[in-house]
């Protein structure tokens, strides 16, 4: 079983930049996709970014430009570079690992971090 385990939320102000990790641990001998998503109160869980095993990235439009999403296969870690913060990045953010074993997709989420960004 693979456990993303998500850390680096905090407080700042607007323009103000936080760097989220999540590692991932366990079972990681296959190859996976990361994504981050976020939560705001009272709002569905959107999309942020992804990294697939092969590097390749894409961004929600509220965030290009301003985040970006890198990786230490190494460590098993990847990152999410936040600059430039505005109030509404206020949210729960989520690391979701999309495991891919012969063929068999598995998806598992992190406990999610708090990221609030003051005016």
């Known amino acids: 079983r693979v456990q993303p385990v998500e850390s680096g939320g905090g407080s700042v102000q607007a323009g103000g930049s936080l760097r989220l990790s999540c590692v991932a641990s366990?079972?990681?001998?296959?190859?996976?996709?990361m994504s981050w998503y976020r939560q705001a109160p009272g709002k569905e869980r959107e999309f942020v970014s992804i990294?697939?095993?092969?590097?390749?990235?894409k961004y929600a439009d509220s965030v290009k430009g301003r985040f970006t999403i890198s990786q230490d296969n190494a460590k098993n870690t990847k990152y999410l570079q936040m600059n430039s913060l505005k109030p509404d990045d206020t949210a729960m953010y989520y690391c979701?690992?999309?495991?891919?074993?012969?063929?068999?997709?598995?998806?598992?989420w992190g406990q999610g971090t708090q990221v609030t960004v003051s005016s």
């Open positions: 979701k690992i999309d495991l891919n074993c012969g063929n068999l997709w598995s998806h598992y």
């Open positions: 366990g079972y990681t001998w296959c190859p996976y996709d």
């Open positions: 990294i697939d095993n092969d590097g390749q990235t």
